[in-house]
C-alpha cells in the first residue's frame, strides 16, 4: 500500500458524458501528478501539482482539467468523453516537487461507451 | 519521439536464475533514473533508483547498473522468484518539466517455478 488513495476504482460512462476522478496523496506529501495508461500509448504523464499550484503539464487534452485543493488531494475533470480516453489514469505523489520518487495509487479504470 | 526505451516487451527466466531488464535512453539531460514494479490491476510500485553519479545501486536482490556513456541502465534481480512475475519499468524525471516521469513501455517478466 503506497498511501495513495484513488476513487472511483471503476468507472463506466458513455460518450459524450463528464467525469471527475479523485487522488490523495500520502501524509505530508506536496505534489501530486496525474498519469494515463492506455493500451497503445503506455504510461503518459498528464499534469503536475505542487501545494495547490500547476507546475505542469504534458500531454493533457483541453478537454481535461485538474485541481489541487488546500487540504492537498487532487482532481482530474473528463469532458466531453470519447471512447478514445477509455484507460488507466493513475495519481502519483511525492514529497517535493523535484528530485526524488513518486508514489502511485491503485488507479481509477475509465471505460468510455 | 521516446526518450526512455524497453525494447523486450517480455522476458522468461526460470525461479532461481538472474532477471536482467534493460532500458536505453536518449536525452543525456537525464541524470536520475527510478525502475518501478506494476502487477496487473495494480499501480506501479517503486523498486530502486540510481543517480548519475553513480554506476551502480543495490538493495537486496535488485541492483541497477548505470552506463551514462552507452545511455543504457539494467536492472538485475537474483535470484529471480515467482512472486516477481510483473511488468517492470524504467523511467527518469525531467526536472525541467515539473519532474515529470517519462517511462518506458515496460517489460513483462514472468519467474516460472
Known amino acids: 500500500d503506497s498511501g495513495v488513495t484513488q476513487t472511483p476504482k471503476h468507472l463506466i460512462t458513455a460518450t459524450g458524458q463528464r467525469v471527475t476522478l479523485r487522488c490523495s496523496p500520502r501524509s505530508g506529501d506536496l505534489s501530486v501528478y496525474w498519469y494515463q495508461q492506455s493500451l497503445d500509448q503506455g504510461l503518459q504523464f498528464l499534469i503536475h501539482y505542487y501545494n495547490g499550484e500547476e507546475r505542469a503539464k504534458g500531454n493533457i487534452l483541453e478537454r481535461f482539467s485538474a485541481q489541487q485543493f488546500p487540504d492537498l488531494h487532487s482532481e482530474l475533470n473528463l469532458s466531453s468523453l470519447e471512447l478514445g480516453d477509455s484507460a488507466l489514469y493513475f495519481c502519483?505523489?511525492?514529497?517535493?516537487?523535484?528530485?526524488?520518487?513518486?508514489?502511485f495509487g491503485p488507479g481509477t479504470r475509465l471505460t468510455v461507451t | 519521439d521516446q526518450q526512455v526505451k524497453q525494447n523486450s516487451p517480455s522476458l522468461s527466466v526460470q525461479e532461481g536464475r538472474i532477471s536482467i531488464l534493460n532500458c536505453d535512453y536518449t536525452n543525456s539531460m537525464f541524470d536520475y533514473f527510478l525502475w518501478y514494479k506494476k502487477y496487473p490491476a495494480e499501480g506501479p510500485t517503486f523498486l530502486i533508483s540510481?543517480?548519475?553519479?553513480?554506476d551502480k545501486n543495490e538493495d537486496g536482490r535488485f541492483t541497477v547498473f548505470l552506463n551514462k556513456s552507452a545511455k543504457h541502465l539494467s536492472l538485475h534481480i537474483v535470484p529471480s522468484q515467482p512472486g516477481d512475475s510483473a511488468v517492470y519499468f524504467c523511467?527518469?524525471?525531467?526536472?525541467?518539466?515539473?519532474?515529470?516521469?517519462?517511462f518506458g513501455g515496460g517489460t513483462r517478466l514472468m519467474v516460472k517455478p
Open positions: 540510481i543517480s548519475s553519479i553513480k
Open positions: 502519483a505523489s511525492s514529497v517535493g516537487a523535484g528530485f526524488g520518487e513518486q508514489y
Open positions: 523511467a527518469a524525471p525531467a526536472y525541467n518539466a515539473g519532474n515529470m516521469l517519462t
